[in-house]
């Protein structure tokens, strides 16, 4: 068996899987994609201490630093169900889509999340030529700009008053009638002097010239016509969805589906440990995710080290 275990090789679990191998334990991590959301990134201007770097530079990266240890890294493997240990200290272990079953003393879950898609046409085809997901990574490229915000729940509003102190002019397109995000968001963002609201408002299209984008077209749920705004950005805030279907029932999550953790990055079973966008951590980033990461492999290793000699 694993002493750690990591579930996940993003940004969290890559961090976890280093500072636990230097504890020289054995360690195994098993990612359906190693790299996770960076390998869908461009630009990178926030890895602090890196001015610029790109997604799949990081991610080759991210690999190549935890290949000089000697870790057990099983790439292309999805997770499918945990069973966590009956008694404390004991084995927890996880089942793989390939039928394999992993056995380890500690765990630390890093699943990471997704964006959900707006699934329209052009969406796909210029995401980050245009398309974003995230306002604190993209908003700086779209100075002076024409942006858009699809989605008027917190995370919605929030991107808006955001990007309104970079950007030109921020549209803000709400599905329903009304904004769903805390009064006090709104009335920030109506205070705004260069954002529209349109709510009502059904997002059909992002267009583009092949290159890059430069605008979107939208049907008025109340009276069925489409209108079209040119703009240079599309930021989609319909949610981030935490990779942790298959943890149901085995850890505690909040009913968004995030995995409760401490400030130590313990789960409610001990043992469990977890880091990154798929935890209860109110920042999604890189840099947020390899210092949840490092700090959940030190936890478990806290954990091992406590363990009753058998
Ligand atoms: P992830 O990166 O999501 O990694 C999750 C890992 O778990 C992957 O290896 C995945 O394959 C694996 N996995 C999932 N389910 C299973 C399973 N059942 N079994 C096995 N493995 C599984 N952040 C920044 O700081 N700066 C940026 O500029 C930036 N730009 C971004 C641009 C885009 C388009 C996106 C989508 C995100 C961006 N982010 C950026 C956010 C950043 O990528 C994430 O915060 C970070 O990657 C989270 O790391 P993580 O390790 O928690 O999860």
Known sequence: PFDVLVIGGGPAGASAAIYAARKGIRTGIAA????GQVLDTMGIENFVGTGYTEGPKLAAQLESHVRE????????????????????GGL?????????????RTLILSTGARWRHINVPGEDEYRNKGVAYCPHCDGPFYKGKRVA???????????AIDLAGIVGHVTLIEYEADLRADAVLQRKLASLPNVKIITSAMTTEVRGDGDKVVGLTYKDRNHGTAHEVDLEGVFVQIGLVPNTEWLKGAVALTPYGEIEVDDRGETSQPGIFAAGDATTTPYKQ???AMGAGSTAALSAFDYLIRLPVE
Do not use: C, W
């Not at 927890?92 to 380890?104: D, P, R």
């Open 69 to 88: 240890y000697d870790v057990d890294i099983m790439n292309l493997q999805v997770a499918e169900e945990l069973i966590p240990a009956e008694r404390e």
């Open 286 to 288: 890189i840099v947020v």
């Open 32 to 35: 359906e994609r190693f790299g």
């Open 149 to 159: 915000v699809i989605g008027g729940g917190n995370s919605g509003v929030e991107a």
């Open 92 to 104: 927890h272990e996880v089942t793989l889509a390939n039928g394999a079953s992993l056995k380890a």
